[in-house]
């Protein structure tokens, strides 16, 4: 059977490998020193500013891990646009409930970052996103640049109880901004706090009160990621170290201790950036144990058992850049497994069976870590998992334990790469 699969596996290879690896898109790069290079850029489809841009001159070409302070600019012709900026950003600025800060209290520093582009013009709109807060960022000439974000406090009220308050003044902001362009200020107070609103607060000045009289080109079509997540899927295989000491076993100390083959499918759902994925797998491998049987006259015979080990993976990974479109990978995560088809061989004359090891060790708290080197649809990996004997309580930690070491192989085509046609 483990022949049959591995044939299997090879088959599905072969026939996935003209399909692409990564997401790259037609785009350009400008470069500290002012070069502009045309060629290929991976879309992680960011929300976050992106800290990393991978680049290839050709199709071809081995990628380049461009860092941003390499950088000037980053457009992907498909659509959004980064520019490298020194920008006033508020890092107290909070939404999120349970990090709402006791009284407003900004803390403005100057990040250099390659903010998004929402509108370039006379008046330009760039927007950073943070885990919890939008930020916009709003120049003209004579001005010192604009920020604005979304803010939630807490206070005391007149009873001593705490109470939300909503410190996003935007629209008093706005109107000091743009106070020498009525129609920009008439619009500022008529539109939301959203990527929308703001662009046509910046687009009335522009269209209105600039002295190009004209709307400023605009990105806001092409702003907003054209897919959110991505699912990503393929096959995996290895060896399963199993290391179950118990007082069952024969000698008194190894349940099973043994190396077998596994093999499995797995899945992963990536977020936004595409540097945090949801991951799931299911494993199957043989499983031998050693196991007794306690008589009534209190002496045991051994037993010598097989069965198989199927297993439920769920967790979180984390991807970090490495040059030519390599990532480490660092996994969180907990496992359910089952026994089933077992068959056993007792050795020594049969007797009424009172008392029977059990060859299933318990979880413990603490996550199984994996450790992992992808390169384009390889990747292999090394993790662990912790376990106690079954008639323990619920431990944060175990002595049992097993390692396994695998390789999986992504098939099918990356949805990522559905590209827009190049705008020339």
Not at 209 to 231: D, N, Y
Not at 366 to 393: A, E, N, V, Y
Request: charged share 20%.
């Amino acid at each position: 059977m483990l022949t049959r699969l591995f044939l299997l596996l090879i088959y599905c290879l072969i026939l996935s490998l003209q399909s692409q690896a990564q997401a790259y898109e037609a785009g350009w790069v400008v470069r500290s020193n002012g070069d502009t290079l045309r060629g290929e850029i991976e879309n992680n489809f960011w929300r976050e500013p992106p800290t990393f841009i991978r680049f290839k001159p050709t199709p071809k070409s081995p990628s380049q891990l461009l860092q941003p302070r390499q950088l000037q600019a980053v457009r992907l012709n498909g659509g959004r646009y980064f520019r490298y900026e020194a920008l006033p950003i508020d890092h107290a600025a909070e939404t999120r409930a349970g990090h709402l800060p006791d009284g407003n209290h900004p803390d403005v520093r100057i990040d250099t970052l390659l903010a998004e582009v929402i509108v370039e013009g006379p008046a330009t709109l760039l927007r950073v996103r943070r885990a919890s807060t939008t930020h916009f960022l709003l120049r003209r000439s004579g001005q010192p640049i604009l920020e604005l974000t979304d803010r939630q406090y807490l206070k005391l009220d007149r009873n001593g109880e705490r109470v939300l308050v909503n410190g996003n003044n935007y629209r008093a902001q706005l109107g000091l901004f743009f106070g020498d362009c009525p129609a920009a200020s008439q619009v500022a107070h008529q539109q939301p706090y959203t990527t929308d609103g703001i662009t046509a607060v910046v687009q009335a000045y522009n269209q209105q009160c600039s002295p190009a009289g004209q709307l400023g080109r605009s990105l806001l079509p092409l702003a907003e990621p054209r897919r959110r997540v991505s699912f990503q899927g393929g096959l995996l295989g290895g060896l399963r170290y199993n290391r179950v000491g118990s007082e069952a076993g024969p000698d008194g100390s190894c349940l099973t201790c043994h190396v077998h083959p596994y093999v499995g499918l797995y899945s992963e759902l990536f977020m936004p950036g595409r540097n945090v994925a949801l991951y799931s797998e299911l494993t199957l491998s043989p499983y031998s144990y050693q196991d007794k049987l306690i008589l009534a006259n209190s002496t045991y015979v051994p037993v010598q058992g097989e069965a198989w080990l199927y297993t439920i993976h769920l967790g979180l990974r984390y991807y970090f850049a490495l040059p030519h479109d390599r990532q480490w990978i660092l996994g969180l995560g907990y496992e359910s497994y089952n026994v089933f088809g077992r068959t056993e061989e007792v050795t020594g004359p049969s007797s009424t069976t009172l008392v029977r090891g059990t060859p299933q060790p318990s979880p413990v708290l603490f996550p199984q870590l994996s450790l992992g080197l992808r390169s384009r649809r390889w990747t292999m990996g090394l993790d662990g998992r912790m376990f106690t004997d079954s008639d323990s309580k619920l431990k944060v930690f175990g002595t049992d334990f097993v390692l396994r070491l695998g390789l999986a192989y992504r098939l099918g085509r990356n949805h990522d790469a559905d590209a827009p046609k190049a705008v020339k």
